[in-house]
């Protein structure tokens, strides 16, 4: 969590306006909800959708693996 949040730090010592952020997309890494809670107030947090096909893909395999096992 304080790699995420040094990251996102290090942009606002650049010149990103923390405030002015509507939007923050993200891995489902849990850690980064807080961090972006607490430094972008007004964005909405989002998951990645290719990382969200990719968990409904692995979550489906499993599915279908152990469906074909028990017959």
Do not use: W
Request: proline fraction near 1%.
């Amino acid at each position: 969590m304080e790699a995420i949040t040094a990251h996102y730090k290090e942009l606002i010592a650049n010149g990103l306006v923390a405030e002015k952020v509507a939007l923050v997309v993200t891995d489902m890494l849990p850690a980064y909800e807080s961090v972006i809670s607490n430094l972008f107030v007004n964005a909405l947090h989002q998951f990645c959708i290719f990382h969200l096909v990719q968990q409904v893909n692995k979550a489906l395999k499993k599915t279908l693996q152990a469906h074909r096992t028990a017959n």
